[in-house]
């Protein structure tokens, strides 16, 4: 069952922050205002301790299921480049989609975490990029792509090259950029039900996790994790009874 997320929560994660009238409390990485007290900062974030489907989680476990391939028609459409203080997030033009099983959900954005929030059979990588989607209800389905050291990826360079540096500041990218380089030729891939990986920690949230990863350079890295000053990762969440398909 898909469950609509609140307009605060979709407001966050397809613009980067909440708008004027819907200001909340702030939060952070570490300290006291660090994910093991998001739940008590505000009672918007209540779910963050309440909640019972809460990511990132380590994907293990794995149920073998005949998994409808994904339906990625993405076009350029990468145009602004934002630090909200917590990521650098790239706003996305209408157009691109993501369909599965019929359903179909609107890119609106992507950001980065390092180290990566979800784990996979117990292995954490050095970064990890979600694709936030919405559909026309507000519900969203979130793709994300594990990246590795390795060859540097264009794409990124690309991106980088525009990055932000302060926190609250924003560009527009000199050229339109294409999320498909920053996908796996693979597209084989986990599902499991979750939510927000930042407050509110809203749940009702599709995750789709790419089984192949990425190389990005060690310099690309530590250009990202030099700009945030900090890791940019929740911990990992209680799986409880939730099946994770592969």
């Not at 009238?21 to 952070?28: A, R």
Request: glycine content about 8%; aromatic content about 8%.
């Amino acid at each position: 069952m898909k469950t609509k997320l609140s307009l605060l929560a979709l407001t966050i994660l397809t613009t980067g922050c909440a708008t004027t009238t819907q200001q909340s409390s702030h939060w952070n990485y570490s300290g006291h205002e660090g994910p093991e007290y998001w739940g008590s900062l505000d009672p918007k974030y209540s779910t963050c301790d309440k909640g019972v489907n809460q990511s990132p989680i380590n994907l293990t476990g794995f149920i073998e299921s005949d998994l409808s391939p994904l339906e990625l028609t993405y076009k350029p459409g990468g145009h602004e480049i934002i630090n909200n203080g917590h990521t650098i997030q790239v706003n996305y033009q209408s157009g691109s989609k993501l369909g599965i099983n019929g359903h179909y959900y609107e890119l609106k954005q992507f950001h980065f975490h390092s180290p990566s929030e979800n784990h996979i059979s117990g292995k954490s990588y050095p970064m990890e990029i979600h694709l936030v989607h919405a559909d026309i209800d507000g519900n969203l389905a979130v793709v994300a792509v594990m990246f590795e050291e390795g060859h540097e990826n264009k794409t990124l360079k690309e991106i980088w090259n525009t990055m932000p540096g302060v926190a609250g500041n924003k560009s527009g990218l000199p050229s339109v950029v294409s999320v498909d380089g920053l996908l796996p030729i693979n597209r084989e891939y986990y599902r499991f039900n979750g939510s927000l990986t930042t407050p509110p920690c809203s749940e009702g949230v599709l995750w789709l996790v790419m089984k192949q990863s990425i190389t990005v350079t060690k310099e690309q890295i530590t250009k990202f994790t030099h700009v945030m000053h900090q890791p940019t990762n929740r911990p990992i969440q209680p799986v409880y009874a939730r099946p994770v398909l592969k």
